[in-house]
């Protein structure tokens, strides 16, 4: 009899600690939008994360859950052997015309969404010069990173770099990709949170009697045409570019709410179709 109950007790330490192991968390939401002179509608959306760790390796599988579009969103690997860390892709995202090869009118990014594209091995190595990590990829790309002097740096071999940092009390970021470059900066002024982008987005956020209030002011787009690049994503197009279609400059201001129920309900008023839209939404 003691040995059964010692051989129970066992059990059950090991089902507690292969459930500990997993970690589940998700957002769900429902949306009421007047659409302005247009129909009102209402949309709903539900994600879950499952995030599952044995020793240092870790699986993350992100899901759209809201009814018929239930898919998988994401599936990704990466443990740890000594110095070297091995990231997988696994999971094949279609964010465009899976068929193209060429510029299209669909707004499809070029050569997206084929397996040997979208999913990929990158294997990183914390390498003897000083505080950078090496890493490649299987299609061949190097790229080195590291932090110096609170600076995060990251620079490859398909011509991206990226800064990143805080400087004088701002938080600053600036990416080159191909010669092209943007950059974002964000500080606080009494209480306030300013952002401001080189596409001259500028964003504000303050509390507003136990509320928070968020100002958008979001600039033109100008159109621009697919790009194309390669199927193994190598040189300054890298897989692709999609088309960007021109849309008109407009303003949004967002005042949302945290309720002790653990909802947040959030008010949003755009000018760019005079409309308002009600949102409540829960995180897991």
């Known amino acids: 009899m003691k040995k059964l109950i010692a051989l129970f007790a066992v059990s059950a330490v090991a089902s507690t ?24 509608s209402t949309s709903y959306d539900a994600d879950l994360s499952v995030v599952g760790t044995a020793g240092t390796t870790t699986v993350t599988i992100g899901m759209d859950v809201d009814g018929a579009s239930a898919a998988i969103t994401g599936a990704d690997m990466a443990t740890t052997i000594g110095p070297v860390t091995i990231a997988a892709d696994m999971h094949n995202e279609d964010s465009g015309d899976t068929s193209a090869t060429t510029a299209g009118t669909g707004g499809e990014q070029v050569f997206d969404g084929t397996a040997a594209s979208d999913t990929g091995v990158t294997i990183s190595v914390d390498a003897p010069i000083g505080d950078a990590t090496v ?19 990251t620079s490859s071999t398909d011509d991206v770099t990226t800064v990143a940092g805080s400087i004088a009390g701002m938080d600053v970021s600036v990416e080159n990709d191909g010669g092209a470059t943007t ?8 209480g306030v949170a300013l952002t401001l982008a080189s596409s001259q987005a500028v964003t504000a956020t303050f509390g507003l009697a136990g509320n928070t209030m968020v100002v958008s002011s979001v600039p033109a787009v100008a159109a621009a045409a697919a790009v194309t690049g390669s199927a193994a994503g190598t040189g300054t197009a890298g897989y692709g570019k999609r088309i960007t279609n021109s849309a008109a400059s407009y303003s949004t201001v967002a005042i949302s709410r945290s309720l002790t129920s653990g909802a947040t309900l959030a008010a949003t008023y755009s000018t760019s179709d005079d409309s308002l839209t009600l949102k409540a939404s829960v995180a897991f």
Request: aromatic share 6%; net charge negative.
């Open 17 to 40: 600690s292969a459930v500990a192991a997993i970690a589940l968390s998700g957002t769900a939401s429902v949306s009421y939008d007047d659409n302005g002179s247009k129909a009102s």
């Open 135 to 153: 890493g490649v990829d299987d299609s061949g790309v190097l790229t080195v990173s590291g932090t110096w002097s609170g600076i995060t740096m």
């Open 183 to 190: 950059w974002s900066l964000g500080t606080t002024v009494s």
